[in-house]
């Protein structure tokens, strides 16, 4: 059992705080390095935590005299282990390699699902630098208004982080793009592989295209659906006790309401 969750976001948006709370660490000294300023951790932190699911003990009367390969259980519920890893702070970009972010983006190939750190504040702009832009108490006419302003937004942070991974996927990929013409559809299925994913899952990937002939906006649909199965993210929205996150946290679940 080893179950990974990758924390992704931008520089000062509170991965490392939400790192700390899942993972909990004993000794002061374990904790991630926490600081106002952009690129504190460079190197991923790694930790584990623990998600709580129901016991199938007390149905099957036997509650306390099991003894769970993996993780605790008691009171009814059992406590899995999972490992979370706490990956350096994304600029745009770092598909490029802007910010070290290719070697950042590495970091996220074991995890089996990312949460995307938001600061719902609007405090902080893509580069995780101090801003005063702010939706806050504002009705939707002049929120329109702001809108079509030069003003940074959450909801940016969403758009761009899930951009610079697609384009990470799809640049890697296109550059081998000979090999793939040349060796057929198993080459391609290796090259998803590479992203430690199993080879059923680049196969699903591919099937769901059902396409014959490639173009480079089918690479782009192929990477998209291989995104979705590969690296589900979820939204954590952080900083949402903030004066100025109110406005920001409803475009945030106007536009990412499954999330």
Not at 14 to 24: D, P, Y
Not at 82 to 100: F, N, T
Not at 112 to 124: E, F, K, N, R, W
Not at 219 to 229: K, S, T
Request: glycine fraction near 10%.
């Amino acid at each position: 059992w080893n179950f990974v969750v990758g924390l992704v976001g931008k520089p000062s948006a509170g991965k490392s705080t939400l790192f700390n709370a899942l993972v909990n660490p004993v000794r002061p000294e374990d904790d991630a390095r926490m600081e106002s300023f952009p690129f504190t951790t460079i190197l991923p932190n790694t930790g584990q935590g623990y998600f709580t699911v129901p016991c199938p003990s007390p149905a099957k009367d036997v509650e306390g005299t099991m003894t769970p390969a993996h993780g605790f259980a008691g009171n009814g519920e059992r406590l899995l282990p999972i490992q979370v890893i706490d990956v350096a702070g994304l600029v745009p970009g770092a598909y490029q390699g802007r910010g070290h972010g290719n070697a950042f983006l590495n970091d996220l190939c074991g995890a089996d699902v990312l949460i995307h750190v938001v600061d719902a504040s609007g405090g902080t702009d893509k580069g995780g630098n101090p801003t005063e832009a702010s939706f806050s108490g504002l009705g939707r006419r002049e929120e329109k208004a702001k809108e079509e302003q030069d003003v940074y937004r959450p909801s940016d942070d969403v758009a761009w982080v899930r951009n610079e991974i697609h384009r990470w996927i799809y640049n890697n990929i296109q550059a081998k793009w000979a090999s793939v013409v040349r060796l057929g559809v198993d080459r391609l299925v290796e090259l998803l592989s590479g992203y430690h994913a199993s080879r059923a899952v680049a196969a699903a990937a591919l099937k769901r295209m059902g396409l014959r002939l490639w173009m480079p906006i089918d690479l782009h649909r192929l990477v998209a659906h291989f995104l979705r199965v590969r690296f589900p993210i979820l939204l954590a929205l952080n900083k949402c006790d903030h004066p100025d996150s109110e406005g920001h946290v409803q475009e945030l679940l106007r536009r990412y309401d499954k999330e």
